[in-house]
């Protein structure tokens, strides 16, 4: 599967909608971590690095962001600002998060555990590792 959004179910309910997602069913892969990002200062910026095992389904479960997906020839901007699409980027991309809006929550959903050898933080080293440019 390629860097895409997947549109999830939305139970629409005058008492308030609701919206899921499950493994293996809504997004391919297996969910074995769950983090989020939230009291964002204007101007900041997530992300910035690339991640070697790591899917991940990013979801704006709150307010807005852009969120810029590199393969390393081609950046895409995917704006997210609805709690019922999520944003399905495989293994070996570059992300960056940017443009939250106040009060903005970013989940993530990941297919791994967290490990710090799984991030490629410098873009030449990323670049290297798609072979687009050798060092
Ligand atoms: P990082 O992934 O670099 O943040 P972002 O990509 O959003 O800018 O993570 C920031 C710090 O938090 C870094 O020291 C690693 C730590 N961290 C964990 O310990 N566990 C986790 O699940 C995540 C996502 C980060």
Known sequence: MKVEIITLPKIEDPRGNLSFIEQLKHIPFEIKRVYWIYDVPGGQVRGGHAFKKQQEC?????????VVVDDGRVKQTFSLNRSYYGLYIPNGYWRQMTNFSTNSLALVLSSTEFSDEDYIRDYREFLNAKNWVKI
């Open 58 to 66: 990013i979801v704006a479960l709150s307010g807005s962001f852009d």
